[in-house]
């Protein structure tokens, strides 16, 4: 079965003068995907999944995203993408209501189609009722869920996840991820980093970025065995152990 | 007594390991003294004049070179018709013109007295009055010095001098006022925002958590700038000096003495105002834009206070600016002493006392 | 003696909407490794500034090292170490001047009372004349550590010290804390990792402003009311719908490479049940085991309880 590849890149590497953040990484990722890029803070990740989001030009290499290129192609790479962070999701002081038609409106999604799609989302979620709440008055958890289904609701090929579970407490960290399930399986490729190693064994294909190259690359059962180890948690630990960057 | 030094020290390092903020602070006062002494001036240079010389004889022609020899005016052309006159007021490309009648010369010897007209644009009053009392001038004087004996009799005129700016410098007026106010907006704005700072970047709640004093960190705030606006000062005094040519008529030790007291006034504001907000945005915002329409308006500086009414007279009397402006002008302008500035000092110095109180005793050693 | 005691705290904000500290009450002993275990928005800071002094409870009475928290609160200042989220240093200060910044408010020097922070102070003494704003995550974790330590405070309070830090610095910080404690402070830590709680003697699972649970680990574990299963199978997402859709399961939740069920029935062996259900859906690769629970299984199950204040958060 040969899957359409959303990603891919080759050779990949962005630096910063003598510093490479980004050394030569390659990888693809296919449709339906979801797929875990880890690391540890400094080895790369942010910076090659900003290359990746069309938001930074490599220094050498190649690199496609939705089949767009990302040297000549950033606008188009980020019209069909989406994107959610722990540090950023939605705009506090509106309502979600208006969150959601701003990003729908944002990324082009016709207006008849943000009515249809906005009454979807929010039964789906149960917030008919707190259609009109503050997203600021929402707990962490449901903002975390909103702020994933928002991302989504452009319907792009790929959504970049940085971190979307940190600080969330157990269940709703569970309910997320079923939600990425339920996007993985009509068709959205996940691109998700994560700090909690138990998300990991969820991903169907995981990397390990270490000093700016990829270390590890194959499902999280390949590594396990691969490593001796019990759980992701020991073949992190293995290979950001030797990791000279930690104390830079 | 050591942990105070070593918070200053810190806080010295702070401010020169922040090269941005050096540079507003140095670099703003710099280029605002630069800008009104330079670019701001309510003198009249270079005004274009048209004239129309109907009487073309020897007496319009002498005014006429006489006008030209002051460099108030340039003359932008000659001109017979009216309807030129006209034109050129409506293409904006002369700010007066001066109308001579057919018979001019004929008249002023003859009979005595003659007429010119002098017309300007009045869509600016304030040129327009310049422009019409240097004309006024020029004419009076060519009058005299062609008929000295010209017995108009009775007639006074009036000499015209101005005190203490015999040249008519019209920087003068504006040095003292943007000291006070650029003293005001730096002194205050990097005090509140450094203070500020620390709450946001929430190192102020590990030093809440500490045996320090509050009022020693209100104290080691302060300190640096304190330094730094005299520094500040310094720098002002001397653009002012040798690139305005601006003379310090009374004692500078006295001035500098004024200033330092004006700067702990500033550094005081600058703390209360950080008692109010977390945000370093706010912060600035407030000392910046908040106090800056005030100071500029109420100091007396742009606008003179006595032309106000009197409840604005009286919100002036809030204002630091407005009593360090009256002392600078008497010091630095005036050469006088303190005999005559000691009411204006014991203001300053009781504003500063109730800042201090009041800022210190709002210092909250809670977060919330 | 009970180092730190807090007795039914209360904290709104914003007038009263948002009841972040709801009726806490709990003990730490002294020289104890103390853990409060809970998400963000769990009420974790509010507590800790209770009791740090720079902020006021609504309700209740807290105490620290035996001082009241609101009268005596200069005293508590005097002798607690606290680190607060986000290691809050001068950025622009060098860790060197960081250090002897804060040795001098609390009125003592580095030298006296290096022999404490040595074993941290080790590790990134060669980046002393680094500013702590161009330090790695790890490194600004262990310098403020440092910061906090160096007045040889006798409780130390650290509110979420390995959050945003990579895995490895994490394992090395708890190892620090675990030599601290030796020389007998007491320390309280917070954290949203459940995985940390292990490395305490005794914790809280907080959510929501309230406590769910005061113990050591391997009691709440041991609390666990029911048998926990762990099941695999080829196809996870289809066997977790499967097994969601019978109604003989009670929880079913993805685990790492597992899902853990528990089931309704409690008195007949789950094994078999489990064994039937995943077979009759044609399952492969089928895994099933008995397992221990771990406090992240206690803690899912506490949050689910009636009156553990969780609001709209419904089992899936």
């Known amino acids: 079965m040969t899957a359409e590849k959303v990603i891919t890149c080759k050779d990949l590497t962005k630096k910063f003068g003598d510093f490479y953040a980004v050394n030569r990484i390659s990888f693809d990722v296919a449709r339906g995907e979801i797929f875990g890029f880890l690391g540890a803070n400094g080895a790369g990740k942010t910076t090659a999944m900003r290359i990746l989001c069309g938001l930074s030009y490599p220094s050498s290499g190649e690199a496609t995203v939705a089949g767009f290129n990302v040297y000549k192609q950033q606008e188009s790479i980020k019209k069909n993408i989406g994107y959610m962070s722990q540090k950023f999701s939605l705009y506090e002081d509106l309502s979600i209501l208006e969150n959601i038609t701003f990003f729908g409106g944002v990324y082009g999604v016709s207006r008849k189609e943000i009515k249809t799609r906005s009454q979807d989302l929010l039964e789906r979620l149960g917030l008919q009722q707190q259609a009109k709440k503050m997203v600021g008055e929402l707990p962490l958890g449901w903002k975390q869920k909103l702020a994933f289904s928002v991302a989504i609701f452009h319907r792009p090929k790929i959504v970049f996840l940085d971190e979307p579970t940190g600080g969330v407490d157990p269940v709703t960290r569970r309910q997320f991820w079923d939600m990425i399930y339920g996007a993985a399986a009509s068709g959205i490729t996940i691109f998700v980093t994560t700090h909690y190693m138990d998300e990991a064994e969820y991903c169907n294909r995981i990397s390990i970025m270490v000093d700016g190259r990829v270390e590890a690359l194959d499902t999280p059962a390949n590594l396990k065995k691969q490593f001796s180890a019990a759980d992701m948690n020991e073949v992190f630990y293995q290979l950001a152990r030797g990791a000279r960057r930690s104390g830079e | 007594m050591q942990q105070l030094f070593v918070f200053i020290r810190k806080e010295f390092y702070h401010v020169f390991r922040d090269r941005r903020t050096l540079l507003v602070m140095f670099g703003l006062p710099a280029v605002q003294i630069l800008l009104f002494g330079f670019a701001m001036t309510s003198e009249m240079k270079n005004a274009r004049m048209v004239i129309s010389d109907n009487a073309r004889d020897v007496q319009s022609q002498q005014l006429i070179n006489k006008i030209k020899a002051s460099s108030y005016f340039t003359i932008s052309e000659a001109v017979t018709d009216y309807r030129d006159v006209e034109r050129a007021f409506k293409k904006d490309e002369v700010k007066c013109a001066l109308i001579f009648p057919a018979g001019f010369g004929n008249d002023l010897l003859n009979g005595g007295r003659a007429q010119v007209q002098i017309i300007t644009d009045g869509s600016d009053p304030n040129t327009a009055k310049t422009i019409i009392n240097y004309l006024t001038a020029i004419i009076t004087e060519y009058r005299q010095q062609q008929f000295p004996a010209a017995a108009l009799p009775y007639k006074i005129t009036p000499e015209i001098r101005m005190l203490y700016n015999e040249e008519g410098n019209g920087s003068l007026n504006f040095i003292p006022g943007v000291m006070a106010l650029i003293l005001m907006l730096v002194c205050t704005a990097l005090t509140s925002v450094s203070i500020v700072k620390e709450k946001e970047m929430g190192t102020m709640e590990v030093l809440l958590v500490s045996p320090f004093k509050p009022v020693l960190v209100l104290i080691s705030k302060a300190v640096p700038y304190l330094v730094l606006s005299f520094i500040n000062f310094t720098l002002i005094v001397l653009l002012s000096v040798f690139a305005l040519h601006v003379e310090i008529k009374g004692s500078i030790f006295l001035l500098f003495l004024e200033s330092t007291l004006f700067i702990i006034t500033c550094l005081s504001l600058g703390l209360l105002i950080s008692n109010t907000t977390s945000s370093q945005q706010t912060a600035l915002l407030i000392c910046m834009m908040g106090l800056m329409m005030p100071t500029m308006v109420f100091t007396g500086f742009m606008f003179p206070l006595e032309n106000m009414p009197w409840p604005f007279r009286v919100i002036s009397n809030i204002l630091p600016s407005r009593w360090y402006y009256i002392i600078i002008k008497a010091v630095m302008l005036k050469g006088l002493g303190f005999k005559y500035i000691w009411k204006e000092t014991l203001v300053l110095a009781g504003m500063t006392l109730v800042l201090l109180t009041i800022a210190l005793k709002k210092f909250k050693i809670r977060l919330q | ?316």
């Open chain 3, 1 to 316: 003696m009970a180092s730190v005691t807090v007795q039914h705290i209360s904290k709104t904000y914003n007038a009263g909407t948002v009841l972040a500290v709801d009726d806490i009450s709990f003990e730490v002993q002294q020289g104890e490794l103390f853990g409060l275990i809970g998400p963000d928005g769990a009420g974790k800071t509010s507590l800790f500034r209770i009791l740090t002094t720079v902020l006021l409870a609504d309700k209740g009475n807290a105490s620290v090292a035996g001082y009241d928290v609101v009268k005596d609160y200069r005293a508590i200042r005097k002798c607690v170490g606290y680190m607060p989220g986000k290691f809050s240093l001068y950025q622009d200060l060098t860790i060197e001047e960081n250090l002897e910044f804060f040795a001098t408010v609390f009125g003592t020097t580095l030298k006296a009372n290096y022999d404490l922070i040595k074993d941290i102070y080790d590790q990134i003494e060669p980046f002393k004349n680094r500013r702590a704003g161009k330090l790695s995550g790890g490194m600004k974790q262990k310098l403020a550590l440092c910061c906090a330590l160096i007045h040889k405070p006798e409780v130390l309070l650290l509110d979420e010290p390995t959050t945003g830090v990579d895995a490895v610095s994490r394992k090395e910080f708890w190892d620090m804390l675990k030599r601290l404690k030796q020389q007998g402070i007491t320390i309280l830590v917070s954290t949203p990792y459940m995985d940390e709680a292990n490395l305490c003697e005794r914790i809280a699972l907080i959510q929501n402003g309230r406590i769910l649970s005061v113990d050591t680990p391997p009691n709440i574990v041991k609390a666990y009311p029911v048998n926990l299963y762990a099941v695999k199978a080829a196809e996870i997402y289809r066997l977790l719908t499967d097994l969601r859709n019978n109604p003989q399961i009670e929880s079913c939740y993805a685990f790492g490479e597992f899902l853990h069920i528990t089931i309704r029935d409690k008195d007949r062996e789950g094994e078999k049940i489990l064994k039937d259900i995943i077979a009759a859906g044609g399952h492969r690769d089928i895994v099933i085991k008995k397992i221990t629970p771990t406090i992240e299984d206690s803690f899912i199950r506490l949050m689910n309880q009636p009156g553990a204040g969780v609001s709209g958060l419904a089992i899936p």
